[in-house]
């Protein structure tokens, strides 16, 4: 028999999980959240999920609830509730630790975290997204297990950090998530410098940063490197500087920066030498 999970919020993520969760099989019995659209939303999409407005009735009626709202909200959400032993509590927040779970633990319940390493910009991005994610788990067996088990029905991956981990961990996300997307943000701006439109400008870099992500995920680091820094090409290097400089100086520092971490895959990938790498260096200074 599955445990019952009930969520608190009813946002993005909630209802993404609530969705796949009850697909996976897990009976998901309530949800409340100060939005009603919401939480007709989830009922709607998910069967025997019962809709309430206290917060305190989805703990009463889950064995395992899911705490999902905005970060900001979590620890007084947390605060307003009575825990008591059995009952399990995990938040889907990157950011934070156990210690805003604190009151639930030490009213006997077993806390963690149930983060997924996946974009959820809305449901349906969001649903056809989550399979193939990894989880960030946080917690001790029995709901350690419980959460694998869950990872598992959501077609998903784990780790398992500890609380101290966590802020690290969110941290680097940001590179790999936030950073991708204002970098092909900045360069559909710099294309309509030259009169190409964001959308066209869009179509243009997709299949390339398509590119991008294979050459990661099939070569990997730092084969996956092309481009004048890996090839050593002084003098297109020198050229992007000084381009930038006149176009959108703005830019030539942040360029600089992301330049110089690709001078030691170039050195890795063998393709140039010491003194190639400390000409780029100093081109980038
Ligand atoms: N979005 C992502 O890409 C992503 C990825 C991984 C993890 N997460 C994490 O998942 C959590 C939820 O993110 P989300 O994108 O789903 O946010 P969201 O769509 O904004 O949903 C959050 C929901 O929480 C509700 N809420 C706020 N205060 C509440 C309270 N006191 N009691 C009950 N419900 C309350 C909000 O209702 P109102 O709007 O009515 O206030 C809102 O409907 C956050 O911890 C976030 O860090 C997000």
Redesign the pocket.
């Known amino acids: 028999m599955k445990i019952k999970i009930g969520f ?7 209802t993404t999980f609530a969705i796949k969760l009850a697909e996976g099989g897990y009976p998901v019995v309530a949800v ?4 009603s659209e ?1 939480t007709r939303r989830m009922a709607h999409r998910v069967q025997g999920c019962r809709v309430f407005t206290a ?1 305190q009735a989805v703990v009463d009626a889950a064995d395992l609830v899911i705490i ?4 900001q ?2 620890a ?2 947390i605060n307003q509730l009575s825990w008591r032993e059995g009952k399990s509590v995990v ?5 934070f630790g156990t210690d805003i779970l604190e009151p639930a633990r030490q009213a006997g319940a077993y806390v963690g975290g149930f ?7 809305n449901l349906d991005q ?1 649903l056809t997204a989550l399979p193939g994610s990894t989880f960030c788990l946080m917690g001790e067996p029995p709901l350690l297990d419980t959460l694998k088990d869950m990872v598992t029905a959501l077609q998903s991956r784990y780790i398992v950090l500890r609380p101290d981990q966590k802020p690290l961990y969110h941290v680097a996300l940001a590179f790999a998530c936030d950073f991708t997307m204002v970098c092909v943000k900045i360069c559909t701006e710099l294309f309509q410098k030259f009169g190409v439109s964001s959308p066209e400008a869009i179509k243009a870099v997709t299949p390339i940063l398509r590119g991008a992500v294979d050459g990661i995920t099939t070569l990997g680091f730092p084969d996956c490197f092309s481009g004048p820094v890996t090839r050593g090409d002084l003098s297109v290097i020198g050229k992007h500087v000084s381009t930038l400089e006149e176009n959108a100086p703005e830019l030539t520092a942040l360029f600089k920066t992301l330049e110089k971490h690709i001078v030691p895959m170039a050195l890795a990938k063998g393709t140039i030498d010491e003194a190639t790498a400390q000409k780029e260096l100093d081109l980038l200074r």
Do not use: K, R, Y
């Open positions: 608190i919020g009813a946002g993005t993520v909630a409340a959240d100060p939005d919401l917060n999902a709202t905005w970060d909200a979590m007084e959400v938040h889907t927040s990157g950011f983060h997924p390493a996946q974009l959820f910009a969001a």
